[in-house]
T-cell receptor, first 116, second 111 residues
């Protein structure tokens, strides 16, 4: 497995509380992504980053914010968690070399978040 | 944006038979098509991928075919084994490094 870790791996929280998930990589890859996985929906992109301090929204970004202050860390924050944000969250990375080709994407182990 | 559809959502085959999963995409600019296998409680793992300049790629019992004109690509698993049981996802991407995933196929191989 690529050097990707996520923390925490499991979290239970209450509606209205802030939550931050962390993704850490040791591969020095340029691109980092946050997805959520829900039954029947596959993997949906929340936000992604193409460099330090460079981020953009994905298809389900409402209610989420991200930050990337270092190449190796990408944080996902739920400012005020809701029950609809109960999901499994996966971080992913891809190298992003300037070849004009899309790079392979590798996933972290996932974080199971439950919002009560 | 890109829209990827995947069929079937569930598939059961007898051990030793072949399994085929199909995906269609909408954006003609997509040029990279990976397939992921996800076992229960685990992360998606890349099993094979294909780029738009290639029509077919094979790796042992797994093959992927791509028809750019029709905008569809397929995963073929031959001589299926119980350990092939998992959820399989297709995806499409262009050079922007954004990936769009299908909704997954749950494959069960019956011993």
């Amino acid at each position: 497995d690529a050097g990707i870790t996520q923390s925490p791996r499991h979290k239970v929280t209450e509606t209205g509380t802030p939550v931050t998930l962390r993704c850490h990589q040791t591969e020095n890859h340029r691109y980092m992504y946050w997805y959520r996985q829900d039954p029947g929906h596959g993997l949906r992109l929340i936000h992604y980053s193409y460099g330090v301090k460079d981020t953009d929204k994905g298809e389900v970004s409402d209610g989420y914010s991200v930050s990337r202050s270092k190449t190796e860390d990408f944080l996902l924050t739920l400012e005020s968690a809701t029950s609809s944000q109960t999901s499994v969250y996966f971080c992913a990375i891809s190298e992003g070399v300037f070849t004009g080709l899309t790079d392979t994407q590798y996933f972290g182990p996932g974080t199971r978040l439950t919002v009560l | 944006g890109e829209n990827v559809e995947q069929h079937p959502s569930t598939l059961s085959v007898q051990e030793g038979d072949s399994a085929v999963i199909k995906c269609t995409y909408s954006d003609s600019a997509s040029n990279y098509f990976p397939w992921y296998k996800q076992e229960l409680g685990k992360r998606p793992q890349l099993i094979i991928d294909i780029r738009s300049n290639v029509g077919e790629k094979k790796d042992q019992r797994i093959a992927v075919t791509l028809n750019k004109t029709a905008k569809h690509f397929s995963l073929h698993i031959t001589e299926t084994q119980p350990e092939d049981s998992a959820v399989y996802f297709c995806a499409a991407s262009n050079t922007g490094n954004q990936f769009y995933f299908g909704t997954g196929t749950s494959l069960t191989v019956i011993p």
